[in-house]
């Protein structure tokens, strides 16, 4: 399926805040791509939405963190959902961390996998293209909502 023919390599610096409490680190969203695999480094702040609760991923030296994007959720029609994650402003610091997507080429169609499918579980997705994806989501911005509502068939 060409998952990681499009990689892209994010480094991330959050400068230490005084009043922590006043500011974000990264806002709640999920990725665009089919997985994440993040190195954070011994700072800390990295949260996942589990069970309605955010749940801190606590720094374990050379351990990497690895988050199912909204592209694994499309293309296993559910199977998989795309983790919501944010980051949270720290007093120390910096915080550093380098996030690595990995994503189909731009125009590869994205679509659920027909083998994953049948009559109790109808597909639920139209295919797409990474860079309808990508599009969108940029377009869409960090809402608070989900961009594969707008795939939803
Ligand atoms: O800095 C982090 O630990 C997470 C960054 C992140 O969620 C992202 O780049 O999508
Ligand atoms: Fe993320």
């Not at 006043?22 to 791509?33: S, V």
């Not at 997985?35 to 955010?54: A, P, R, S």
Request: charged residues 20%; neutral net charge; aromatic residues 10%.
């Amino acid at each position: 399926m060409g998952c990681g023919a499009g990689l892209a390599i994010l480094g991330h610096y959050y400068p230490p805040c005084p009043q922590p409490e006043l500011t974000i680190g990264a806002p709640d969203h999920t990725d665009y791509d089919f997985i994440t695999i993040l190195l954070q480094d011994h700072v800390g702040g990295f949260k996942i939405l589990y069970e309605n609760q955010w749940i801190d991923v606590h720094p374990k030296q050379g351990a990497l963190v690895v988050n199912a994007g909204d592209l694994l959720q499309l293309v296993t029609n559910d199977k998989f959902v795309s983790s919501r994650h944010k980051v949270v402003a720290n007093k120390v610091g910096p915080r550093v961390s380098v996030a690595s997507f990995f994503m189909s080429e731009t125009l590869q169609v994205i679509e659920p996998i027909k083998e994953l499918l049948s009559k109790d579980n109808p597909v639920k997705y139209r295919g797409t293209t990474a860079k309808e994806y990508v599009d969108y989501y940029r377009a869409k911005g960090i809402d608070g909502t989900s961009a594969l509502l707008h795939f939803k068939i």
